[in-house]
């Protein structure tokens, strides 16, 4: 999927399975969502729940289990250990793929306006999404919990953002907002809880004090000892993995560390992460070691590796990456189909996946040809001489056969039984086939240079490669030009038909050039 984003709701309920099983139960209906994971709490009287979806779906899944909560939790009879304001209490959406920190503040606002209107409750917004610096942070609204929640809503500073500025009693009120995916990270060393601690003071962002600031931003971090493991380890949150990466926490450990000439003995990811977690660290690792590394496996093995993610159990990519969880629960998504699933869901009486699917891929295995003439040149004694040039062609056609597959995958959402006369050129059933045909577009450059010489072996395969790609192209247009007799304003249904025309042509005189050039090769 192209965009992920995560919502941890906190129901205050956490002692009757069937009240906890009905809100899975009603979150687990929604499509395009998957409820990864329900943590009750009997002390707490609360369970934490992990939704992860496109935006929308999310927003969904969680206002479909707010309504069972409010059927069947009463917030007078309610009692915990855990602070609480209502029976959701709170509800974090965070970015996990494709989406932006701002995004994600407009879903919770979303999120809460809708909670507010069909439920008639009241709603917070805090973190992120609040612009109140009075009521930002979740134990500034929840100060008094539940319990004072009569007097304090109808405080003009304490109006809710969303719904009635009046205490509901069987509900209380929500808290929602914006924050980032935030990381429990541990670093293992070989050394006394003091020596962790000593280190955890240089690199947490409050340091030792408000004058002794440490290093790393966006970083909490304690020291504690392990006895059964009779080591020590530096307990870390990253609470922004896009300002300090686990990579950069790991690499300032190791300074230290050496520093103090203790042992680090790999660290420790906690729970479910986001793909670009790894990436990014495997990235780093690549750029500074000079390697050539494409493969988004391979890269999710170098950042396990280098970070020694494995030193204390073994993390389970399957498991414990975000969208690994969700390929293997998505038995209808496009990508995790087999061929023969793939062949037989398009023979199928049902429109998706259609033509605009099949455009996607076809184009997809065109690139994927041409990439594959690549790597059969790369690395050989005879093509010593080419390195240099394959490794600037094949990222570059690595990278187009990536973005088809993703527009694969976007197509088979794509409905195209609800086209209506009102849809514009600004819509999918628009974008899409025209973002195929910019793809296939942008291959012909590294193409041309791999028809010229690639190994003479793979001369077949690019020419099938090509033909692929212009076939790809070819079908997209179709799309377009069929949906455009939708489209009654004639300005917008010339722009439309133009532009695919457009790229059409010079698909075709770049296919033309690059059989040509393998044509005219014969060793």
């Given at each position: ?83 609480r ?31 507010a ?86 690199i ?12 790393l931003?966006?970083v ?45 003995i ?65 038995s ?35 690139s ?43 197509s ?18 628009f ?10 577009n942008?291959c ?5 240079e ?21 076939t ?18 004639f ?30 090769r014969?060793?």
């Open positions: 999927m192209a965009q992920l984003v995560a919502c941890s709701p906190n129901f205050s309920e956490g002692v009757r399975e069937d009240v906890i099983s009905a809100i899975a139960d009603a979150m687990k209906e929604t499509s395009n969502c998957w409820l990864l994971d329900a943590n009750p709490d009997d002390k707490a009287n609360r369970t934490v729940y992990t939704v992860v979806g496109q935006p929308d779906a999310v927003i969904n899944a969680v206002i479909t289990g707010a309504k069972v909560a409010k059927r069947l939790i009463d917030m007078e009879q309610q009692r915990g250990d855990h602070p304001l209502g029976a959701l209490d709170v509800c974090a959406f965070k970015p996990v793929k494709g989406v932006s920190k701002e995004a994600c503040v407009e879903c919770s606002r979303a999120f809460g306006q809708r909670l209107m069909e439920l008639g409750v009241p709603v917070y917004l805090y973190e992120m999404s609040s612009t109140q610096e009075h009521r930002k942070t979740l134990s500034q609204i929840r100060a008094g919990e539940y319990e004072g929640l009569p007097e304090k809503i109808v405080k003009p500073e304490w109006r809710p953002d969303f719904g009635p500025p009046k205490f509901v009693s069987s509900w209380g009120a929500t808290v929602t907002g914006a924050r980032c995916y935030s990381l429990n990270f541990n670093v293992n060393l070989l050394a006394t809880k003091e020596q962790a601690n000593r280190i955890a003071l240089n947490r962002e409050e340091g030792r004090s408000p004058d002794k600031p440490g290093r931003k966006a909490k971090a304690q020291g504690r000892l392990i006895p059964e493991r009779r080591m020590a380890q530096i307990a870390i949150t990253v609470t922004d993995p896009e300002t300090t990466p686990i990579h950069v926490v790991y690499e300032e450990c190791l300074k230290d560390a050496k520093e103090l000439r203790i042992a680090v790999g660290s420790q990811l906690e729970g479910m992460v986001p793909l670009s977690v790894l990436l990014t660290a495997a990235d780093h690792f690549i750029r500074k070691d000079d390697l050539f590394i494409l493969d988004e496996e391979h890269k999710i093995q170098l950042a396990i590796e280098r970070l020694g993610l494995d030193s204390l159990e073994k993390f389970d990519a399957k498991s414990q990456i975000i969208e690994s969880v969700i390929e293997q629960g998505s209808g998504a496009i990508l995790s189909m087999s061929v023969r699933a793939f062949i037989e869901a398009v023979s199928a009486r049902s429109y998706t996946p259609g033509g605009l699917t099949v455009a996607g891929t076809v184009a997809a295995l065109g994927a040809l041409a990439t594959m003439s690549g790597w059969m040149t790369f690395g050989l004694k005879r093509f010593e001489s080419l390195e240099v040039t394959m490794r600037e062609l094949i990222p570059r056609l690595t990278r187009s056969t990536e973005e088809l597959m993703k527009l694969m995958d976007m088979h959402h794509e409905n195209t039984t609800t086209r209506t006369q009102s849809a514009g050129v600004d819509s999918d059933e974008q899409i086939p025209i973002r195929i045909m910019q793809t296939v942008q012909w450059s590294p193409f041309l791999l028809a010229k010489y690639a190994s003479i072996a793979c001369k077949p395969d690019m020419q099938i490669g090509a033909k692929n790609l212009e790809g192209a070819w079908s997209a247009m179709q799309m377009i030009l069929s949906a455009a007799q939708d489209i009654s304003d300005e917008q249904r010339s722009k439309i038909t133009s532009e695919a025309r457009g790229q059409m042509q010079h698909c075709e005189e770049m296919c033309k050039e690059v059989l040509r050039l393998l044509d005219q014969t060793r």
